[in-house]
């Protein structure tokens, strides 16, 4: 998106929402949809886990290496799951317990996947080489974004 640089945060999310609602919802849908929120807003990772049994199992993601597998409760993404609720982590050195899977992360948001009855099925999982990296502006248009999956 070329025209991105000379947008603000939401201006980038809306056009970046607008152009995933319009994507076939195929089998490359996650991957692709990781990619284009990542190079959009310039994030450090992006990538889904989703619930198998009592677990977090890595899905499609774009950055570095990441963790496979995270337990319910552990970390932000399982505390997300275990709380079914968005976490803006602003120093990942802060947040207890956190599991780092790559020691350029230094925040974090977290949005969970819900199925029609409102449970957890997965999460969504944004890092940032920035320190306090994320704002209810990320968390409102995540949160709308992750509704497309």
Sequence with gaps: ???????SKAGKY???????????????FPENACREINETMGFLWTGFYYVKDDRLILGPYF????CEMIRKGKGVCGTSWAENRTIIVP?????????????????????????SEGNV??????DSELLDN???????????ISLLF
Excluded at 63 to 66: D, N, Q, R, T
Aim: hydrophobic fraction near 35%.
């Design 14 to 28: 809306e056009a970046l929402y607008t152009k995933l609602s319009k994507a076939p919802r195929d089998g490359s």
């Design 63 to 66: 950055g570095p290496p990441a």
């Design 1 to 7: 998106m070329s025209e991105g640089n000379s947008l």
């Design 121 to 126: 099925t997965g999460v969504l999982d944004i």
């Design 91 to 115: 120093d990942v050195e802060e947040f207890p317990g956190h599991i780092a899977c790559s020691s350029l992360s230094r925040s974090e948001i977290v949005i969970p996947l819900r199925d």
């Design 134 to 144: 994320f704002d209810d502006v990320d968390k409102d248009w995540l949160e709308k």
